[in-house]
């Protein structure tokens, strides 16, 4: 089961996905959609920007509950995506591709920049930035993404739309208003985390006292306190997300919760990224290193075996 906008328990139904045929722009013979045909994913890699994106060959449609058929994209030899958009770090937790691809793809084509025109359903529907993410999240349950996977997407995608406000028509002041939400979330994560972290190792900081909640306690007690803390508090603030407060919820416990392996995954993404670049402005340097490295690390096994 999924939940709509309403919060209206909805089925899954695959077969709102079918296939879009091809668009007459740019001189291809149009073929119209055909409801009777599953979805084809068509893509064609292109560099954009020195970044790799994917030309969509055939649409996808989608016939959404409120909006009726959504055809996307609306010109196939212009349109490009990322796949699902998703730091490379957390690619563990959502994939670029998977059962989840079709409703990241639609998603794209529905969404717009700031200033550029709203996407218009073939039942002539505008739809807003804020549509296009509450069909992204329908579309993930009738794709047959896993529960937790389409939560956590589509508040990444609300918070995303939160933060850049790009086709949402919002008020300079709401705008701000949500930007410095997220940003505190975040903030208050990074420093409630920190915090936990330094009172569970019980390291010593003059200036630092202990968290009420973990104290002076048994290991095992600080952990369990330090964790349900920060799941009841990201709930509790999510209140100040207002119309966005699930996506809150969720994105606040994934980050308390997942705060330590996030921050590892992220050293590690930056020593990586430094190393490859390195390597390509001095290769001659990199591969000295790499013999020294190996040498060193010979030494050291030799010393550990000698001491026995």
């Known amino acids: 089961m999924a939940v709509s906008e309403g919060s209206v328990p909805i089925a899954k139904e695959p077969s709102r996905f079918y296939d879009g045929g091809i668009d007459g722009s740019k001189g291809h013979q149009e073929e119209p959609p055909n409801p009777r045909a599953d979805a084809r994913i068509e893509l064609e890699q292109v560099i954009v920007n020195r970044k790799e994106c994917f030309l969509m060959k055939r649409r996808i449609a989608y016939r959404d509950r409120h909006l009726g058929e959504l055809l996307v994209p609306g010109e196939t030899g212009t349109f490009h995506t990322d796949l699902t958009s998703v730091p490379a770090f957390l690619t563990w937790l ?52 896993a529960l937790i996977r389409r939560w956590l997407i589509w508040s990444a995608v609300a918070m995303a739309t939160m933060v850049s406000c790009e086709g949402t028509n919002w008020s300079t002041w709401l705008k701000w208003r ?25 390291v010593e900081i003059s200036w630092l006292g202990n968290l009420w909640w973990m104290g ?7 952990l369990v306190g330090g964790l349900t803390a920060a799941i009841v508090f990201a709930v509790v603030w999510s209140v100040t997300w207002g119309r966005f407060w699930k996506a809150g919820a969720v994105v606040g416990v994934s980050l308390a919760v997942l705060l330590h392996v996030t921050a590892a995954l992220l050293l590690i993404t930056a020593i990586y990224q430094v190393t490859e670049r390195f390597t390509k402005r001095a290769p001659k340097a990199a591969r000295a290193l790499a013999v020294l490295g190996l040498l060193a690390a010979l030494a050291g096994f030799v010393a550990v075996l000698a001491t026995r």
Request: hydrophobic share 40%.
């Open 94 to 145: 959502v994939p670029k591709t998977g059962e989840h691809l079709p409703a990241t793809l639609l998603h794209d084509g529905l969404s717009h920049p700031e200033g550029a025109p709203e996407y218009i359903s073939t039942d002539h529907k505008v739809l807003s930035r804020v549509d296009a993410d509450r069909v992204l999240r329908d579309a993930l349950a009738d794709a047959g993404t």
């Open 178 to 202: 949500y930007r410095l939400i997220v940003g505190l979330t975040g903030l208050g994560i990074l420093v409630l985390g920190t915090w936990a972290t330094i009172d569970l190792f019980d």
């Open 216 to 222: 002076d306690r048994p290991y095992w007690q600080e």
